[in-house]
């Protein structure tokens, strides 16, 4: 079965310093895998995917995302944290079936972040 | 371009009463639909999903029902709520090429 493990639940950096969240997945074929991000009270946003091709894909905000197949990993990186990037992160597998995609999502990451 | 809207933004509604919660995509047709919800410091749980009018699934046994009366509009229901289905209600929507997710804005339906 399908399922994704951030181990960190919460995570607190300072502003200006690098970020790496890390997402474990369980998949059985090749995964479609996704970042999204939450502010509070709010919907959830794409920041990145992964399908096939270059292993480093690159995303909104400065966020990128490294697939490594010998992993199961799929952790998000950004070099330089801004204040507004505080948030709940998730990472998610998808698997195509039938005509729909069915996203299965890790618990999430909160990031703090320090002045 | 595609936009998803959900509503209400905000609920409380006293236990046994019922529940109505309203989904509707615009600038795609025969989008899948999505009912997920996110307990407090949880992820999210897939409740429901549907890949074409009056094709529902559901993921999980609950209190809860889910339709989809239109190609674009996905309606999830109850007629009697719990205590326990107090949670953040999302809707997202995906097409049958990129298979990426866009979310609505949520529903906070607290039972009181």
């Known amino acids: 079965a399908q399922s994704v493990t951030q181990p960190d639940i919460h995570i607190t950096v300072s502003e200006g310093a690098s970020l790496e969240l890390r997402c474990n997945y369980s998949?059985?074929?090749?995964?479609?895998l996704f970042w999204y991000v939450q502010s509070p009270g709010q919907g959830l946003q794409l920041l990145l995917k992964?399908?096939?091709?270059?292993?480093l894909v690159q995303g909104i905000k400065g966020f990128e995302a490294e697939f490594k197949r010998s992993q199961s990993s799929f952790n998000l990186r950004k070099p330089s944290v801004h204040w507004s990037d505080a948030a709940e992160y998730f990472c998610?597998?998808?698997?195509?079936?039938?005509?729909?995609?069915?996203?299965?999502f890790g618990a999430g990451t909160r990031l703090a972040v320090h002045p | 371009s595609q936009t998803i809207h959900q509503w209400p933004a905000t609920l409380v509604q006293p236990v046994g009463s019922p529940l109505s919660l309203e989904c509707t995509v615009e600038?795609?047709?025969?989008?899948?639909l999505y009912w997920y919800r996110q307990a407090a410091g949880r992820g999210l749980q897939l409740l429901f999903y549907?890949?074409?009018?009056?094709?529902i699934s559901s993921e999980v046994p609950q209190n809860l029902s889910a339709s989809r009366p239109q190609d674009r509009q996905f309606i999830l229901s109850s007629k009697k709520l719990l205590l326990s289905d107090s949670g953040f209600y999302l809707c997202?929507?995906?097409?049958?090429?990129?298979?990426?997710?866009?979310f609505g804005s949520g529903t906070r339906l607290t039972v009181v």
């Open positions: 997202a929507w995906s097409d049958r090429l990129t298979y990426g997710y866009t």
């Open positions: 998949y059985g074929a090749t995964p479609y």
């Open positions: 992964y399908f096939s091709g270059d292993t």
């Open positions: 998610a597998v998808g698997a195509v079936s039938g005509g729909y995609n069915k996203l299965i």
């Open positions: 600038g795609t047709s025969n989008p899948n």
């Open positions: 549907s890949i074409g009018i009056d094709q």
